[in-house]
């Protein structure tokens, strides 16, 4: 067993405000793990608990295997990356770099060798002498980075550390993260309510919603599979309709509309009594300009008519919204299949549902 750090039935009250409830975690050594969710879900919180900055209400912090709820920050050897830099002004980068090493009392060749190799890692050696505030945001939150690594943390934590930067640099700067966390093999726990970053970097997520896990999984699995109707919508964007189920179709509340759904999705419930609700993501619709254009063996049942109100440009994706009835859908298909389709707004269009690419959760609670 390696250097795990596990959670044990963590809860954090401020007042009568439950900011934690029951959390219970395991990340092993070596893992990136992200904590992702909305503001005031308890992410920041479980951080702090970590890093020792606040203590659990109840439940237990385990590392390497021994009990570490009364350990000061100070002794826990974390390192911690904030969102603000945090940097001396009127030290070169090297002296930040360096700075715990320091007041360490470590020789100072090793201090040398040391920030030398970290700059090296990072691309910022021949930024060795500059002051922070003759430096981008980026290249700053690289040497805050780096100077959270200088005294060999055993774990990392980063808190938010790319949200203040513009979104060029953030995609750069967190490939970057990743590049250094994969060649130290140091474990990271990186907060962020950013899912793209999340999914982008991490090798699981946590996905938290009012102090609580609502899942724990890889990137690819929180985005195909999400457990819950709250992971669906948080994580990229889903259409949702709600109805109950007789044999294997749902009559949508609002819209009167029916969709057949396969009996493996169906085969998911505990329960096909009362309401439910079904969820699709914008790129598994399909969209035609005329309905003839649709392949003869699909379910005819799937096949819904709407009209075009907005086209938005995304770059590879091309995101049409779509009124049907009283509601509107979202859809995306490429750039290249919409320039074919020569749809445009105002088009009345032809929808077709896969029955097996719904996902169906249970409306007590929201679990798939």
């Known amino acids: 067993m390696g250097k795990d750090l596990l959670l044990e039935n963590i809860t954090k009250r401020f007042d009568k405000v439950i900011a934690v409830r029951g959390m219970n975690l395991d990340v092993k050594e070596g893992e990136f793990v992200c904590f992702l969710g909305p503001s005031g879900c308890g992410k920041t919180t479980t951080l702090r608990i970590i890093a020792g900055f606040e203590f659990p209400t109840s439940g237990i912090v385990r590392y390497n295997g021994k009990v570490i709820n009364d350990v000061i920050p100070q002794k826990r050897n974390f390192g911690i990356v904030f969102q603000s830099y945090a940097l001396f002004p009127h030290m070169t980068v090297a002296e930040n770099v360096g700075f715990g090493l320091k007041m360490r009392k470590v020789p100072k060749t090793q201090i040398n060798r040391r ?18 505030p003759e430096l981008s945001g980026g290249q700053q939150q690289r040497v805050a980075l780096i100077r959270s690594l200088a005294t060999y943390p055993e774990i990392l934590l980063l808190d938010e550390p790319l949200s203040a930067l513009d979104a060029k640099i953030r995609v750069n700067l967190r490939a970057e993260i990743k590049k250094v966390q994969s060649e130290l093999g140091i474990t990271m726990i990186y907060v962020t309510h950013d899912q793209e970053e999340a999914l982008s970097i991490s090798d699981r997520v946590i996905v938290m919603n009012q102090g609580y896990i609502e899942q724990i999984d890889k990137p690819i699995e929180v985005y195909k599979n999400p457990k819950t109707k709250f992971v669906a919508d948080f994580v990229g964007t889903s259409n949702f309709f709600s109805g109950e189920i007789r044999g294997n179709v749902l009559s949508d509340i609002e819209t009167g509309v029916s969709f057949k759904i396969s009996h493996e999705v169906l085969s998911s419930l505990k329960s096909q009594k009362g309401r439910v609700s ?6 598994k619709i399909l969209l035609f300009k005329h309905a003839m254009n649709i392949p003869e063996d699909v379910d005819r049942t799937n096949i819904i008519e709407g009209s075009i109100e907005v086209v938005t440009f995304l770059g590879v994706i091309v995101r049409s919204l779509i009124k049907l009835k009283n509601k ?41």
């Not at 299949?337 to 269009?349: P, R």
């Open 328 to 368: 509107h859908l979202i859809v995306d298909i490429t750039e290249k299949d919409f320039e074919k389709s020569l749809l445009k707004m105002g088009d009345s269009v032809s929808l077709y549902f896969p029955p097996d690419e719904f996902l169906v959760f249970q409306n007590q609670g929201g679990r798939a």
């Open 278 to 283: 079904l969820s699709i993501r914008p790129e």
């Open 115 to 132: 920030v030398d190799e970290l700059l090296e890692l990072v691309g910022l050696a021949d930024q060795k002498y500059k002051r922070p």
